[in-house]
Every structure is written in structure tokens, then in C-alpha cells.
């Protein structure tokens, strides 16, 4: 039986590869670091329950929990996805995202070199490396890095330490680049998470409206329960390679605002400019969508565009959800619940 070993398991991606593993017969061991509350809440109880799921209290920050868990479990693959994960908290909180999602990353590759355990390593590295740079979209592998966030400059550093071990102690070592992606189990600060709960909100009269940032920014949003297919199968190739993992369409906060209100049957309408600009419901002038200046970023990321065609070839994967699909799937279930929980 194969055996994995997760980081960040508590996740939106962790959560869905969790599954996708055990589904596939996997013997799945994760770390959780400690809370006052339970954060297990996005994985069912039918997977947290299984038989071939163990968890550990662990954290990236915690080198000795690391190696000890490493040797002990000897994995075959590891999928490092725990981090501080959101880029307008990492301009508050910049010594700990290092901390996590660069120190962390080469604590692990570390613990795994060191013990000697022969086991292939998946690092979550980002589309937030790129920076979106006008004029540099469609970003693929060959596109200059130049990150504009603790976050991105983080996960810099984590990139380049899984190539600097897979040459230096030719581990199988790789970083799948994956652009924006998203689900129901999204964590509710992320714009499309925030979006979708608003307008189910809205919909059925429990909150006044929605107050959002820099609604022109472009994201390539995908579905994060397609993108951790993606993740396994980087790991089932004969050589490690980076790859860049996107649909190849892009849209703006506008337009997921937009389309995410037509589904329940609103249609949005801009009115005035920058921070007066508003959304109002075309059919009795409600004011639905206010900007609100609390959440522009120090640095905007504008445009992010990815040009998935090596994934494409080396793995014959392809994005399978567009963003209409991937809007419906999203107010569906948050019209249905208050919350995650997946029982
Ligand atoms: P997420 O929902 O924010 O999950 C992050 C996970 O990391 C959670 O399980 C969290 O635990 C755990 N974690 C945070 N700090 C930790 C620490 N110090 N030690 C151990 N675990 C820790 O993120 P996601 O959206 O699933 O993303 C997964 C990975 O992919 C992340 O590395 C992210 O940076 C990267 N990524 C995400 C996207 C995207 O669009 N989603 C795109 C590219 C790359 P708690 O539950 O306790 O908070
Ligand atoms: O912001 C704008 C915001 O926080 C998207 C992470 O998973 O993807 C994610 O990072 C855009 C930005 O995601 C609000 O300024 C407007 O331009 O949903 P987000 P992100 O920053 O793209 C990358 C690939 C990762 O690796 C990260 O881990 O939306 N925006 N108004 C807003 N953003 C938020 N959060 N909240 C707003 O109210």
C-alpha cells in the first residue's frame, strides 16, 4: 500500500487530496497543528473516520515534530500544501508567512534528506510568484518571476529550494506553479469564497451587501477539486518537472461579482468611481456591492493569466470546470449551508 504524508491536510486542497488518496487505496498520514478550535471541519466524517488515515499534531514551524514523524512513517510521497496561505494577511504578518511557507519548505525537504527516507516531494508553489507583471500573460514556466507580496516572495524561496534539493541530493522534487483555484471549501476571507457567501446571503435576506477591494483585478480561477488530481499525478511521472497548472482564461472581480449574482437571479449594475463606485440590483436600485478601501493590498497582483500547455502535454491534464460551472457549484452549496461541514 502506498503510503502519503500531507501538510496543510485541514485545507481546501488538502482536504480534497486527502480524499482523492484515500479513494485511491493510499495509506494517508497528515500533520494538524493545534487549536483551541477543531479545524477538521472540511473533511468528512467518512475520511476522517478511515481506517487508513492516521493524523498527528505537527507544524512547519517545528523541525524535531517533522523529522521525527518522517522517519517514523518513511512516506513514499509527501505533498507539502500547509501554509500561511493568504496574500493580503502576509503584509500584516510577513515574518511568519517566512517563517511557515519558505523556512517551513526547506525544514521538511530537510527532515526527508536528512532521514534518508527515498520519497517524492510535491511543493505547493503559486502563480503569486509571477507577480502579473502587464504584458507578461499568458505566465507558463518560462515566465521571470517577480512576486509582490511576503507571500509570494515566500513561496519564492520554497520554489527554489525543491529544485536546489532535487539537483543537489537528486531527490524527486517538484513544484506544481498552480494558478487561483477554488470550491466551496474555499477559506471564507479568498474574494470568490467571500462572493458567493455574500450573494447567498443577500439572496435569502440575512446580510445588507458585500463590500470588496479592487474589483478590476484578473484571476485564472479554477476548481481546486480537478487541481489536486493534478498534484498526484506530477508525483506518478518518471522525472520530477515544474509545472504550471491554469484553465488559460482570466476574469475580473467584477465579472465573478456579476455572474455570481445572476445565479440567483440579480443582475449588477456599476454605478460612480474607485472607492465610490458601487453594484446595484438593475431591478430596484439596491445598493448590493459597496468598495470599501479596508481591503486593497500595499501591491496589487493585476493579472494573472496562466498558459497550462506543458501540464497539458506532460501530464495529458487539462482544466475541466469553467467559471460559470465553477460560480453555480459555489452559491449551490452556500445557499444550502451556513457553513462547512461535510456530513
Ligand atoms: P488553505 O485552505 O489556507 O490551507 C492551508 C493549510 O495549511 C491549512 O490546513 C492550515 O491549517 C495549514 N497550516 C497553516 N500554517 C501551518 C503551520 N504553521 N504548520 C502546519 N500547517 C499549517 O490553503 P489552500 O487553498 O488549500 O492551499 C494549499 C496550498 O497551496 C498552500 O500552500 C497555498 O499557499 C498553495 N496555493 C494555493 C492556491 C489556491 O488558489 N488555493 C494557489 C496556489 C498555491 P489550519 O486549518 O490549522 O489553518
Ligand atoms: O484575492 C482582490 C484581491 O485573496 C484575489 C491564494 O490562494 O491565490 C490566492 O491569492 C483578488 C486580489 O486571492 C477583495 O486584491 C478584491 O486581487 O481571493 P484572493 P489571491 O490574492 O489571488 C494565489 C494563487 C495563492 O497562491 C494564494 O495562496 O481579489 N480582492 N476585494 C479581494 N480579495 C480578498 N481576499 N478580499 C476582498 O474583499
Given amino acids: 500500500m502506498n503510503k502519503a504524508f ?22 494517508v498520514h497528515a500533520i494538524i497543528r493545534r487549536s483551541s478550535v477543531f479545524t477538521s471541519k472540511r473533511i468528512p466524517k467518512k475520511y476522517w473516520n478511515h ?8 507544524d512547519l514551524t517545528d523541525s524535531s515534530n517533522l ?15 500547509a501554509a500561511q496561505s493568504h496574500v493580503g494577511v502576509s503584509f500584516d ?15 521538511l525537504l530537510d527532515a526527508i534528506r536528512d532521514t534518508g527516507v527515498n520519497t517524492r516531494f510535491y511543493q505547493a508553489s503559486t502563480s503569486e510568484l509571477f507577480g502579473g507583471l502587464p504584458g507578461t500573460e499568458p505566465q507558463s514556466e518560462t515566465t ?18 525543491t529544485i536546489n534539493y532535487r539537483e543537489s541530493y537528486n531527490m524527486f522534487a517538484c513544484n506544481g506553479i498552480l494558478f487561483n483555484h477554488e470550491s466551496p471549501r474555499r477559506g471564507e476571507t479568498f474574494v470568490t469564497k467571500k462572493i458567493t457567501k455574500a450573494v447567498a446571503k443577500i439572496f435569502k435576506g440575512e446580510q445588507d451587501n458585500l463590500q470588496l477591494g479592487n474589483i478590476d483585478a484578473k484571476r485564472d480561477w479554477g476548481y481546486a477539486k480537478d487541481y489536486v488530481e493534478m498534484m498526484w499525478l506530477m508525483l506518478q511521472q518518471d522525472k520530477p518537472v515544474d509545472l504550471v497548472v491554469a484553465t488559460g482564461k482570466c476574469y475580473t472581480i ?27 440590483d438593475k431591478k430596484d436600485g439596491r445598493v448590493l456591492v459597496i468598495i470599501n478601501p479596508k ?35 459555489m452559491v449551490d452549496y452556500d445557499l444550502e449551508h451556513n457553513d462547512y461541514g461535510f456530513d
Avoid: C, M
Avoid at 51 to 58: K, V
Avoid at 149 to 156: F, H
Fill in 295 to 329: 481591503y486593497y493590498r500595499p501591491a496589487e497582483v493585476e493579472l494573472l493569466l496562466g498558459d497550462a500547455s506543458k501540464a497539458k502535454n506532460v501530464l495529458g491534464w487539462e482544466s475541466k470546470t469553467t467559471l460559470d460551472e465553477l460560480v453555480k457549484i
Fill in 6 to 27: 500531507i501538510t496543510g491536510v485541514t485545507g481546501q486542497d488538502g482536504s480534497y487530496l486527502l480524499e482523492f488518496l484515500l479513494d485511491k487505496g493510499y495509506e
Fill in 144 to 161: 521571470p518571476f517577480y512576486p509582490k507580496s511576503p507571500y509570494g516572495a515566500a513561496k519564492l524561496y520554497g520554489y527554489w529550494v
Fill in 51 to 58: 481506517e487508513n488515515f492516521r493524523s498527528y499534531h505537527g
Fill in 93 to 107: 504578518v510577513p515574518e511568519y508567512t517566512g517563517e511557515v511557507d519558505a523556512i517551513g519548505t526547506i525544514r
Fill in 254 to 280: 467584477r465579472e465573478f461579482t456579476e455572474i455570481a449574482f445572476k445565479h440567483v437571479g440579480i443582475n449588477i449594475t456599476w454605478k460612480g468611481e474607485g472607492e465610490n463606485e458601487v453594484g446595484v
Fill in 67 to 81: 523529522h521525527a514523524l518522517i522517519s517514523k512513517i518513511k512516506p513514499d510521497e509527501v505533498y507539502n500544501l
